[in-house]
């Protein structure tokens, strides 16, 4: 099965400090993409960072960054110097065919 | 890049009466098209998916259909709206030539069944 699993429902986070959030999948593809959306209480939902699978290193944008360990299927998302804004639901997916398998979300709230 | 338009913003419909809600896509042609469903404070449930007109695929058994009558319009009906089809609709697009599938969504409708 294609699975994504959020394991952390809500998580906070001081301003100015660092979070990460985890995010672990089960495919049975050797070659797809993650990725990291944001979606604030507008409801919008934006694209955070991207993945390659086949790429080793780690994706990075500005403050967000990600740890991927392709043999462990795990997609955890950093996010430094985290300000208000940040605050929003946070949702892990790759891709599997031509459509986008989500996660459940995890909840990031940032403490001023 | 890619624009996503849905309309309405914001739909308050009694039980038993029929759905429409529109999506377009500015920015690209032949995208492929998602229609996702989200409870509040919940994850995506992806309904339908198009990756050309007049082609549809249907995710989960439900109260809904979906049709793509051009190449840019993704529409999302029902003819008798059930309590259980309130909730929050997003539209969503991704470019043919991306092999990525990364996702362009929309702002949302917010569906309210009474």
């Known amino acids: 099965a294609q699975t994504v699993t959020q394991s952390q429902p809500e998580m906070s986070v001081q301003e100015a400090e660092t979070v990460t959030l985890s995010c672990t999948y089960d495919?049975?593809?050797?070659?797809?993409?993650l990725f990291w959306y944001k979606q604030p209480p507008s409801r919008q939902m934006i694209l955070v960072i991207r993945?390659?699978?086949?790429?080793?290193q780690n994706a990075t944008e500005n403050r967000f960054s990600v740890n991927f360990q392709k043999a462990a299927k795990s997609f955890s998302l950093k996010i430094s110097d985290s300000q208000l804004g940040d605050a929003a639901m946070y949702f892990c997916a790759f891709k599997y065919g031509n459509k986008l398998v989500f996660g459940a979300g995890t909840i990031l709230r940032v403490k001023s | 890049s890619q624009t996503i338009h849905q309309w309405p913003a914001t739909l308050v419909q009694p039980v038993g009466s029929p759905l429409s809600l529109e999506c377009t896509v500015e920015?690209?042609?032949?995208?492929?098209l998602y229609w996702y469903r989200q409870a509040a404070g919940r994850g995506l449930q992806l309904l339908f998916y198009?990756?050309?007109?007049?082609?549809i695929s249907s995710e989960v058994p439900q109260n809904l259909s979906a049709s793509r009558p051009q190449d840019r319009q993704f529409i999302l009906s029902s003819k008798k709206l059930l309590l259980s089809d309130s909730g929050f609709y997003l539209c969503?697009?991704?470019?043919?030539?991306?092999?990525?599938?990364?996702?362009?969504f929309g702002p949302g409708t917010r569906l309210t069944v009474t």
């Open positions: 993945q390659e699978a086949y790429k080793q």
């Open positions: 198009s990756v050309g007109i007049g082609q």
């Open positions: 495919t049975s593809e050797s070659d797809y993409y």
């Open positions: 920015g690209t042609s032949n995208p492929n």
């Open positions: 969503a697009s991704s470019r043919p030539w991306d092999s990525s599938y990364e996702q362009y």
